[in-house]
């Protein structure tokens, strides 16, 4: 028995000696395994805020609704019908919503996911009143969501947060989807072992990052005024939509920024696609009228004409091989100067500038516009329409082009370029975001002079032109009294299956003020009133409107100065 005894003893002593000694570190690790959890933790999504500091998109907590489905998959129909007055709004309680319901019990009897989601975004109010009801297999997960203090304001220019392939949250279109990177962060992970707290992020490196804020130089005053604005000119000239852009002349910085229709990025599942893209930066238009400035500066540039060039054609309408191009009134005015044919607006005089000018050198000015490639707004989405070669141009479509049509352009190209003329000959780089910032530190935009295209004194020239074209052409009538303002109306056909649309149309003005000293360029479009097909009578008076208010805002006086 002793020997035995001794033995037993031996081995077991042995065993202990390996467990302890000579497998410490195998068995340690497996131990800590054992008794370490790592949890993912997600990055809060980064802020948004106007010029003023004011929030136009924060997070809040809203909670996400799962099923799990080995409790419930005998009763789901019955859950369903239990939770669906909490759960969906009440416009889909009644026969729409029993289709939601037997969509979801039919992906839910299809998945072979153990856990499947019901639905996101509910309220901690709606998570309460599931909870009262008791029903075992559900369960909740708290997520952070966008939620927008000013509604829908800058809709457009903003983007939503939805959500990837595989559920986690991405910003698309706008800014959103512009700084995805600089507003996700990096998600991370917590370790706990043995009770001491480790934080990692995605990649084991060091701790995760929660996202970054944003700065705009949106001033939100002035982007609800241009949507009050804009929403009634849309009513009042029965337009099918529309747009705004205010832009710093200076600096290229975005002021305001609107388009209608919009949508609700809160509820962006509810709207169709086409809302979520911005027209001024991913919709072409042929400019119309407001398009001869820039032609006319080319030619004074190039110096093909001056202020006392006499229009040695504009007694009629002019034939160019098989066309005939008219005035829009079929009126016409002999021996024009470069003044009296902005201020006519006169399609007749812009031909003979362009032959002036050339093909050549008018194609050359288009790139030196940056009207040929994308402006490179920080917007996702931006595209630059194609263009084309030289070899493509005949002399009608030189003709066409010096006044606005038959060319394709975004709203973005288009006052980017006609901003030089108020900025002293600059193509400045648009930008919306001021800043970036961590909480600790600030990172800022810089402004981007992309090139001189313009002398000063050809500027000069132009400010003259277009304030004369403000005080006498058109839609003098709707002019803000004892202001300076530098501005053109547009009007464009509409092409239409290789033809124009006679009376469908893009009405638009752009203009900068005060004339001298500009304080802000604005673009104002609409898209086929139906009161006018003129924009002398419809986008002019419109941003009349919104230049009046503008003018109080900034507490600009009537004689035009600062």
């Known amino acids: 028995m002793f020997l035995v005894y001794l033995i037993w003893s031996i081995a077991i002593l042995s065993r202990l000696f390996y467990w302890q000694i000579i497998a410490k570190e195998k068995f340690f690790s497996i131990a800590e395994n054992q008794i370490t959890k790592i949890e993912e933790i997600k990055p809060l999504r ?28 005998e009763n789901f129909k019955d859950i369903l019908k239990k939770i669906a007055t909490i759960i969906f709004p009440s416009n889909e309680i009644g026969e729409e919503n029993e289709a939601i319901k037997t969509l979801a019990e039919n992906y839910f009897k299809q998945s072979q996911k153990k856990w499947f989601l019901i639905r996101r975004h509910l309220s901690e109010e709606q998570k309460n009143q599931i909870e009262t009801l008791n029903i075992k297999g559900l ?97 009042k000239y029965q337009a099918k939509g529309g747009w705004v852009v205010v832009l710093n002349p200076q600096e290229g910085s975005i002021i305001a920024l609107a388009a209608f229709p919009s949508y609700n990025p809160e509820e962006y599942y509810q709207y169709p696609y086409y809302l979520f893209v911005n027209p001024v930066t991913t919709e072409s238009f042929e400019p119309g009228s407001i398009f001869k400035p820039l032609i006319m500066a080319a030619a004074f540039e190039e110096k093909v004409v001056s202020l006392q060039t006499k229009c040695n054609i504009c007694q009629g309408p002019v034939k160019i091989g098989e066309y005939e191009i008219k005035t829009w009134n079929d009126i016409y005015h002999p021996n024009s100067n470069m003044i009296e044919i902005i201020k006519n607006s006169d399609n007749v005089g812009m031909v003979f500038v ?42 009608v479509d030189l003709a066409t082009a010096s006044f606005g049509q038959g060319i394709a352009i975004t709203p973005i190209q288009f006052i980017t370029a006609f901003n030089s003329l108020a900025n002293g000959g600059k193509i400045i780089k648009p930008r919306v975001v001021e800043k970036i910032s961590d ?41 803000p009294k004892g202001y300076a303002i530098a501005g053109k109306t547009g009007t464009a056909q509409i092409p239409i299956a290789g033809h ?56 600009i006086p009537p004689n035009g100065q600062d």
Request: with cysteine; hydrophobic share 40%.
């Open 500 to 555: 124009y649309a006679e009376e469908k149309t893009i009405a638009s003005f752009i203009g900068f003020a005060p004339a001298e000293n500009p304080k802000f360029t604005m673009l104002v479009s609409l898209k086929e009133p139906s009161t006018s097909k003129w924009g002398s009578e419809t986008a002019a008076p419109l941003w009349f409107s919104i230049a009046k208010r503008l003018f109080i805002y900034w507490g």
């Open 46 to 73: 980064g802020r948004i805020f106007t010029i003023d500091n004011f929030p136009l998109v924060l997070n809040q907590d809203k909670y996400l609704l799962y099923a799990w489905s080995p409790q419930i998959e």
């Open 354 to 395: 362009a032959q002036n000018l050339g093909l050549k050198k008018m194609l050359d000015y288009f790139k030196k516009f940056n009207l040929t490639e994308k402006t490179g707004i920080d917007l996702q989405g931006e595209i630059a329409p194609p263009t084309r070669a030289a070899k493509d141009w005949s002399p």
């Open 439 to 479: 909480g600790e530190q600030s990172w800022f935009t810089n402004k981007e002079i992309k090139s001189q295209v313009l002398s000063f004194e050809t500027c000069q020239t132009m400010v003259q032109i277009l304030e004369n074209a403000v005080e006498q052409g058109e839609a003098k009538w709707a002019k």
């Open 139 to 235: 369960s909740f997960e708290k997520e952070s969501v966008r939620f927008y203090p000013e509604a829908s304001m800058a809709a457009q220019l903003i983007g939503f947060v939805g959500y990837d392939e595989m559920g986690n949250q991405k910003g698309y279109f706008g800014i959103e989807g512009f700084y995805q990177q600089q507003l996700s962060g990096f998600a991370g992970f917590k370790k706990s072992s043995g009770g001491i707290l480790k934080w990692l992020d995605s990649r084991g490196e060091k701790q995760f990052q929660n996202g970054r804020d944003l700065f705009l130089f949106l001033d939100r005053s002035i982007q609800f005024i241009i949507e009050e604005e804009l929403k009634k000119g849309i009513e």
